[in-house]
């Protein structure tokens, strides 16, 4: 009987059911501002202020300007499928507002405390709280114009999605990324951001390319390149990024869909399909995009936070948008920036007829280029400085086929063949080394080693002290930790940070850029190794004196690295050219 009972089907009481539903919309705190914002801009607010106290944790409160909820649907709002936007499955093809499913307010009552004042133009101001210790009634009080909605406790009945919750400064970093999306999506919005009552962004209400400088970065506005096609499947207005603001790591694109942020990894190709010969292949294009499609021909509802669109004709808008980016480009007269690098092997092309085993190098396994000297010393060892000695010469020995315990480091057995080789002289044979390649394996090596041991990275003091915004706030101090061991130096002004070193081997435009780099890493995966690679990118300028250490010191740490044959992509750092191969050069 017992388990006859078990299996009858029943309708789920509404608050489980909301709770259920609520998974889908809610997932951490910055969904709950997600969908609160999005309501203050349905409502035709001009102005919209976000508060949060720990991170979302403890508490998220939205206050803004707009038309109000009356009195009689006050309660109403929080009922699923209440919504005041869409009235038949008609309307589901002409959407402009943001919300129209009537859940997103459903959901986060189910799994949080709320409190909502509320004044319409016409009426009076109400408030309601929907929590466990206040009757659920709706009663009078004071306040101005709009809607001012706190959310308390979020997650108090699902202890498990409380546990899932990542630390504060990652959570925060998410809330963080919301406000930024929407508000480059409303730039005539005057919006405000604050975290346990410090302000950390205002906008004043602005244009677009006011607005991205505001929320980017001033230095970004020089970078903007204007983007403007319309036709009758889709308008596109907006803004490219140079290609030099490309980044490794996906992070400054901002697409908008009839103002909606979505996402799209299809549109994000035909970007960079545009893009084509200006960025290397694994770079991705910083934009901020704006597509109005005719709303008949998009469908906004395949995705339970609604940040995925289907297009009807999605390959004309791919062609157009595509195009329409290329001739911006065009106008604009932007030129590649890839780094081609001349091949070694375009030069010296030899076929050795013996086969040849690569070189074995004999490497002390305890020998650590960055270990001090006295231990007790705090200094830090500058493995490119010209005044570091410490250098050990006998720390490895060449040992090869051809030679046999040759110490590849000697005064004049190295030259610097312009524009970017250095050819060491061995006993019978010549090695022949890309520059390019051999700084960065020595540079990803020691930043491996910074970001994994804290082993020294020297620091240099910057000329002009940068000064950063504290939209960047949460991202520095996630990565606090990783920033101090490679050598960067800050203060922490209140709403901005002022930067005043970087790593000595960076000038100080590099040294900012791999900031950039930083700030827009998933934080949620540390991944040290990727890090290092995208700084690599940034590094354009082979072999200097000037700014390298002595030629000699430079090849001692190519052959003391992890492996000096390839470089961290994989590509040939050196080549040896034994009298084999000479030989056949003069057949
Ligand atoms: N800040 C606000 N100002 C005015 N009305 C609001 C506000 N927030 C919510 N409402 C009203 O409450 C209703 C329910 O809001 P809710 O966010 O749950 O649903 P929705 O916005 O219609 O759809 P979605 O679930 O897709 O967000 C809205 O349709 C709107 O009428
Ligand atoms: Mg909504």
Request: charged share 25%; hydrophobic share 35%; with cysteine.
């Amino acid at each position: 009987m017992a388990n006859k009972l078990k299996n009858q089907i029943s309708i789920l009481p509404e608050n489980v059911a909301n709770q259920i539903a609520a998974g889908e919309v809610v997932q951490r705190p910055a969904s709950v501002v997600k969908e609160l914002m999005e309501n203050s801009l349905d409502s035709g607010a001009s102005e919209i202020n976000v508060l949060i106290k720990n991170s979302g944790k403890t508490s998220i409160q939205v206050i803004d300007n707009g038309h109000g909820i009356n009195r009689d649907e006050m309660k109403l709002a929080f009922v699923r499928h209440a919504t005041s936007k869409l009235k038949s499955a008609e309307d589901l093809f002409s959407i402009n507002t943001l919300g129209f499913r009537g859940e997103a307010l459903a959901s986060i009552s189910a799994i949080a405390h709320v409190h909502l004042i509320s004044k319409t133009l016409a009426g009076k101001c109400y408030e309601l709280f929907i929590d466990n210790t206040h009757e659920n009634t709706v009663r009078e009080t004071s306040g101005p114009k709009g809607v001012n909605m706190k959310i308390k406790n979020l997650f108090h009945n699902v202890p498990a999605r409380r546990q899932f919750l990542k630390s504060d400064l990652i959570e925060f970093k998410h809330i963080n990324d919301i406000f930024i999306q929407l508000s480059i999506a409303n730039p005539m919005v005057r919006f405000t951001l604050s975290h346990n009552n410090t302000e950390l962004a205002h906008f004043e209400p602005e244009n677009l390319r006011q607005r991205i400088s505001h929320v980017l970065g001033k230095k970004i506005n020089e970078n903007l390149i204007p983007i403007e096609e319309s036709t009758d499947s889709v308008s596109i207005s907006g803004y490219l990024l140079r290609p030099s603001s490309a980044k490794k790591v996906k992070g400054n694109q901002y697409l908008f869909l009839n103002k909606r942020p979505i996402k799209s990894n299809y549109i994000h190709k035909a970007i960079i399909e545009a893009f084509e010969g200006l960025i290397a292949p694994d770079m991705h294009p910083a934009y901020v995009i704006d597509l109005i499609v005719p709303n008949d021909r998009v469908d906004v509802n395949v995705h339970p936070a609604k940040t995925e669109v289907k297009f009807e004709d999605g390959h004309l808008v791919f062609k157009i948008l595509c195009s329409a980016v290329k001739r911006s480009l065009g106008i604009h007269q932007v030129g590649p920036v890839i780094d081609f690098e001349n091949n070694i092997q375009q030069h010296v092309s030899h076929k050795i007829s013996k086969i040849t085993t690569p070189p074995k190098i004999r490497v002390n396994p305890d020998f650590n280029p960055f270990e001090l000297k006295d231990k007790n010393k705090p200094e830090l060892i500058d493995f490119f400085s010209k005044k570091n000695k410490e250098v050990k010469q006998n720390s490895f020995s060449f040992d090869s086929d051809w030679d046999d315990d040759i110490n590849v480091n000697s005064e004049h057995s190295n030259f610097f063949l312009p524009p970017n080789y250095i050819v060491t002289k061995l006993k019978s044979s010549l090695v022949i080394i890309n520059a390019l390649r051999a700084k960065r394996r020595i540079l990803f090596d020691s930043l491996i080693n910074a970001l994994e041991n804290g082993g020294g990275i020297n620091s240099q003091s910057w000329v002009f002290p940068e000064k950063l915004e504290l939209i960047s706030k949460s991202n520095i101090e996630l990565w606090h930790d990783e920033l101090k061991k490679l050598g960067y130096h800050w203060e922490d002004n209140h709403d901005h940070y002022i930067f005043s070193a970087g790593p000595a081997f960076l000038s100080q435009s590099e040294g900012i850029k791999c900031l950039d780099e930083f700030i827009l890493q998933n934080p949620e995966e540390k991944d040290y190794k990727k890090l290092a690679l995208s700084w690599l990118s940034k590094i354009t300028n082979g072999y200097s004196e000037k700014s390298d250490s002595k030629l000699s010191d430079f090849v001692d740490l190519l052959f003391q690295s992890n492996n000096p044959w390839t470089d961290p992509y994989g590509k040939t750092i050196t080549h040896i050219l034994d009298s084999n191969a000479l030989a056949y050069q003069f057949k």
